[in-house]
């Protein structure tokens, strides 16, 4: 049997509700077709809440700490990248006889060839000073030819989405696959801020026209940490004000717009190289954005759902099947690198060897001791690192650095996560249970201290923990 293709169509920083069949406001025709021919996945869950780490994971199905990539690189001088160490999925479709190509953001820090591509390169990102790759060194050396200085910020967001998507069609075009299966992953930056309107939808978004939050107008932050207050009220995360939340609302709508039709117009070239019927589709975005949501803006290090639930759609090829449409199952991003491999019938090595996401496709249920685990280190803005656990009804969250407290939320009364029962005497047992998972978790995959994290050791990529997960 020839063995499928594999389309993974990847955005950076969108909320799971933000489409259009599910909150009926974003306008996503393509994901909403490709949700009623797939599996839409409600609970997939980020295993980590930032950029590079929750990239790092997906691609070497090992937790931010088991990869050593806890934060992006340059914060507090952490340099964490995936090496030569680190064996991929797409390495493992290579390996197995496949053509593998990336186009747009990759935020891996290094070459794509080196992670499994055969096309593709490593453009972006921010990398500290002698860490950069090759290809984004000859980059700068090129436009500052052209009397251009692109190390003061971002390309704006615009010309890269399009640049890419331009390189990845023209690509897929010209592609003649003789015989050998397909692995094409199109990665786009949007809707990641810097916001802005895709003018194409503007009029179909009016900022007055937005739904807050519930989160944005009843947050108290009693029972919380203490730092998530602090950083509403007189950090980075402070909003301007409601009408500026609406209009970057707005703005974060239409970019979603560019981003679906995007995936509509990689989804109908392989339709028209007659691809479509053999391959396997993962529609997902790394993590969310807090837009509004607890009073934050954009993400940094808390625990909830706006950054943690992430749009997951799976489209199976022909004679494959799912039992159900919708999948309510707890699934975590580290196993979507296993499930494309069992999906094409090729054996994976560990880490790749086991996940839950195949599973869920043959039950006609979720189970009910269903958990998965997440983490977070630091933002720009703070070093606050936590991990916990995320069952269908329940989220605990354990702050191991200096906060050292503990977050526990009743999903199913309290979908907001406004009222943290940590400390309240009626949920002492089952936060007893999840802490006990957590911790088992924290444990069992060599999870360390904060020293040990901000040693030059850990933070220059230099070693890992004896008796980490290797591959």
Not at 136 to 149: C, K, P, T
């Amino acid at each position: 049997m020839t063995k499928p293709n594999i389309l993974i169509l990847m955005c950076d920083q969108m909320q799971a509700r933000r489409m259009g069949f599910v909150d009926g406001i974003a306008y996503t025709p393509n994901l909403d077709a490709l949700a009623a021919e797939g599996v839409h996945f409600t609970n997939a869950i980020t295993v980590h809440g930032q950029c590079v780490p929750s990239r790092c994971a997906l691609m070497t199905g090992m937790s931010p700490h088991e990869c050593n990539v806890m934060v992006n690189y340059g914060f507090f001088n952490h340099c964490g990248h995936l090496t030569t160490k680190n064996r991929t999925f797409v390495n493992v479709f290579r390996d197995a006889g496949y053509t593998t190509a990336h186009f747009g953001k990759s935020h891996l820090g290094s070459p794509l060839k080196t992670m499994g591509f055969d096309v593709g390169e490593c453009l972006d990102g921010h990398f500290p000073k002698g860490h950069e790759p090759i290809e984004r060194i000859r980059v700068h050396e090129e436009l500052h030819s052209q009397g251009i200085d692109s190390t003061q910020g971002e390309w704006p967001q615009t010309s890269t989405h399009y640049k890419y998507l331009k390189q990845g069609l023209d690509w897929l075009t010209n592609h003649e696959p003789g015989g050998k299966p397909l692995l094409f992953m199109f990665d786009t930056n949007l809707p990641h801020p810097p916001f802005y309107f895709e003018d194409e939808w503007r009029e179909r978004f009016k900022p007055d026209e937005m739904v807050l939050p519930k989160s944005y107008y009843e947050e108290t932050f009693e029972g919380k940490p203490a730092f998530l207050k602090k950083h509403v009220e007189r950090g980075p995360h402070k909003l301007e004000s409601e009408s500026k939340l609406r209009e970057e609302m707005a703005q974060y709508y239409t970019m979603i717009s560019a981003v679906d039709k995007a995936c509509g117009q990689v989804i109908e070239l392989f339709k028209q190289k007659g691809l479509w019927d053999n391959t396997v589709v993962l529609f997902l975005s790394d993590h969310g954005d807090m837009m509004g949501g607890h009073r934050f803006t954009r993400k940094g290090t808390m625990p909830y759902e706006e950054l943690y639930n992430i749009p997951c759609i799976l489209k199976l090829p022909v004679g494959m099947a799912s039992r159900r449409k919708t999948i309510d199952d707890v699934i975590v991003s580290t196993d979507f690198g296993a499930a494309l491999l069992e999906l094409a019938g090729i054996e994976g090595p560990e880490p790749f060897d086991n996940n839950d996401m195949v599973r869920a496709l043959h039950r006609d249920h979720a189970p009910e001791d269903g958990h998965v685990f997440f983490e977070h280190y630091a933002a720009w803005w703070g070093l606050h690192p936590f991990y916990g656990v995320r069952t269908a009804t329940m989220k605990y969250v354990r702050y191991y650095g200096d906060d050292n407290t503990e977050e526990l939320y009743d999903l199913a009364k309290d979908p907001d996560e406004l009222h943290c029962v940590a400390f309240d005497p009626a949920y002492k047992k089952q936060k007893d249970k999840l802490a006990a998972l957590a911790d088992d978790w924290w444990a069992r995959t060599c999870g360390q201290s904060v020293d040990f994290y901000e040693s030059d050791a850990f933070r220059y990529n230099l070693n890992r923990p004896e008796g980490a997960v290797t591959v």
